[in-house]
């Protein structure tokens, strides 16, 4: 009989003991790392883009020239740099605002927690057997005739019985209680520590995109909009690393802030994930916004939304097209709104202009001083 409440019962889920999660670097708090992070991230990407831009590292990979820079943008660097800054203090102070009204993340419980998991699959094998007989095969007696050679197989197969598989419950009474097959375990932890995650940060990316995109629109289908709010980072026609945040504080926060916020808050995202989230953000739209298609740059492998892809929209001529951002092109796609057909003769002609422009400005420069004199 003993045996028996053995085999049918559940494995017993472990004691635990919560405890805050210690601070991740020893000399700063998570919840200062959480501000300051994403925007040094920012200006550490920026600041080797601008590296390579100010030294023409690699003009091969360049969708614009230093002429276009110079000639094409309406805003001048410094006053980039400094509404960059400001957008960054906002975010700064919506962070610490987030981040207050969070409990302290606590660890301990994950033992727990990955058992839970175990629990669930446990049962779920339950129906193992009902399923294979509406298939016309005998459970049992499959699992009978495996079990000598592959047990784990067989318990599973008759609807997660696992007689063989027991732990004791202390060292003191030696009571044996069941216990979770090794593949169980796994498959928990795996769920636990990656599924769950990974589908997290999938609803936090699809929300973010979903926000920016309407929004985005919106602000060019707008007028008023537009007007008062977008057309300001539309000065930069031709858009560099650090000028990813050059936008009017309205539409940064709106745009940026709230919509990375709410992203966090919809998925759910523990702190520790929602501050590498937040940098990989930050990383993202710095890298769509770097002015050069490397082929070696990961971030413009893994999604068609890259840097060639948003500078098109930066573009006169396409500046109607290509809202998605800063992950997927998936609305674009969905609603039309795609640039369509090839590019390259319309940047060989800005190409040229600006060019031709710079070629020529000394010449202006020598006849209005002979005249002068």
């Not at 858009?239 to 745009?255: D, K, R, S």
């Amino acid at each position: 009989m003993a045996n028996t409440t053995i085999a049918s019962a559940l494995p017993p889920l472990p004691a635990y003991e919560t405890r805050p999660m210690p601070d991740l670097l020893p000399w700063i708090s998570d919840f200062w790392l959480s501000l300051i992070l994403p925007h040094i991230a920012y200006w550490l990407v920026s600041m080797t883009f601008h590296i390579i831009d100010v030294y023409d590292l690699f003009p091969q990979y360049r969708l614009h020239t230093p002429e276009e820079i110079t000639q094409r943008n309406l805003v001048s660097r410094y006053q980039v740099a400094r509404d960059v800054l400001i957008e960054q203090v906002i975010q700064i102070a919506t962070s610490a605002f987030l981040t207050l009204t969070e409990d302290r993340q606590t660890t301990g419980m994950e033992d727990y927690d990955v058992a839970v998991w175990a629990t669930r699959i446990r049962l779920a094998q339950r129906a193992v057997p009902s399923i294979l007989g509406t298939l016309g095969l005998n459970a049992a007696a499959i699992a009978k005739n495996m079990a000598p050679t592959y047990p784990l197989l067989a318990g599973a197969l008759a609807g997660g019985h696992y007689p063989f598989l027991t732990t004791t419950l202390d060292d003191v009474t030696g009571t044996a209680v069941p216990a979770f097959a090794t593949w169980e375990l796994l498959f928990a932890k795996a769920i636990y520590w990656v599924l769950i995650p990974g589908f997290q940060l999938w609803v936090a990316t699809c929300f973010l995109d979903t926000w920016q995109y309407f929004w985005h629109r919106a602000m060019h289908v707008n007028k008023w909009m537009y007007t008062h709010w977008h057309a300001r980072h539309h000065r930069l026609y031709v858009p560099y690393a650090y000028g990813a945040l050059y936008n009017h504080p309205v539409e940064g926060f709106v745009l940026d802030t709230a919509g990375a916020g709410l992203a966090y808050k919809v998925s759910m995202l523990s702190p520790r994930l929602g501050m590498a989230y937040f940098v990989g953000c930050t990383i993202k739209t710095v890298d769509d916004h770097c002015g050069y298609v490397l082929p070696w740059d990961p971030l413009q492998k893994i999604t068609s939304n890259n840097a060639a892809y948003h500078d098109i929209h930066h573009q006169s001529w396409g500046i109607k097209t290509n809202f998605s951002q800063p992950f997927f092109t998936i609305w674009d796609r969905l609603l039309g709104t795609m640039w369509q057909g090839d590019t390259q003769l319309k940047y060989e002609r800005t190409r040229a202009t600006a060019a031709s422009k710079s070629a020529a400005a000394p010449a202006v420069v020598v006849e209005d001083a002979s005249k002068n004199e």
